[in-house]
């Protein structure tokens, strides 16, 4: 069976700090995908980043970046300079191909909230 | 546009009556999925779809049913038999395989 945790519950940062939200995956598969996505107060849920277990290299997309560390199991997503549109319930979620289905499990989330 | 439609928005029902979620794409994605979400608590997969007139149940199907006789669409029906069905309710469909999931606005109902 595979689990995310996402210890963090909520938290706040001031405007232009740097903010890191911790994701923990537990899955025995040696191929499984790790996913982000941000639900801002509208709930649609929007995808931000996939990666594959056997790509570890970092990956930066403007002010995002994602730390994926087999060794630890985390796929950590640091947020520089936030601001405000940042605020939202992040997602880490984590699936496993089976060859007919691909299923998400999804961490219970982490609410960020940027203050000016 | 291309994307992922569910409607209506807010959905308020009585206690006792069975209340089907519509969920619609146009992004030609073979996979096709439905979410519960609970205040507080991650998504929880309910039903999913791979193909045109095949489905599988998830991890909470009970009291829940679907259909999928068109490749855009994927209805959700709560039935009376769902204990509580007052939950976020959301659409989702990928291309397939291990492809990311696109989700659509979501369907918030509440039931009295």
């Known amino acids: 069976a595979q689990k995310v945790t996402q210890a963090q519950t909520e938290i706040s940062v001031v405007e232009k700090e740097d903010v890191t939200l911790d994701c923990v995956y537990e899955?025995?598969?040696?191929?499984?995908?790790l996913f982000w996505y941000k639900q801002p107060p509208s709930g649609e849920l929007v995808f931000l980043i996939r990666r594959n277990s056997f790509d570890e290299q970092n990956e930066i997309s403007g002010r995002y970046s994602w730390n994926f560390q087999k060794s630890t199991s985390s796929f950590n997503f640091t947020i520089t300079a936030s601001q405000v549109v940042d605020s939202a319930v992040y997602f880490c979620a984590l699936s496993v191909w089976t060859g007919t289905a691909s299923k998400l499990t999804f961490g219970t989330g982490t609410r960020l909230q940027v203050t000016l | 546009d291309g994307g992922i439609t569910q409607s209506p928005k807010y959905l308020f029902r009585k206690e006792g009556q069975n209340v089907t979620l519509s969920c619609e794409q146009n992004?030609?994605?073979?996979?096709m999925y439905w979410y519960r979400q609970d205040p507080g608590q991650g998504l929880r997969l309910i039903y999913y779809s791979q193909i045109v007139n095949d489905f599988q149940k998830g991890d909470i199907a009970e009291g829940y049913s679907v259909s999928r006789e068109k490749k855009e669409s994927f209805p959700l029906t709560v039935t009376s038999a769902q204990k509580n069905p007052t939950a976020f309710y959301l659409c989702a469909s990928s291309i397939g395989g291990p492809g990311e999931q696109y989700f659509g606005p979501g369907t918030r109902l509440t039931v009295t």
């Open positions: 992004l030609n994605h073979d996979a």
């Open positions: 899955t025995r598969d040696t191929t499984y995908y």
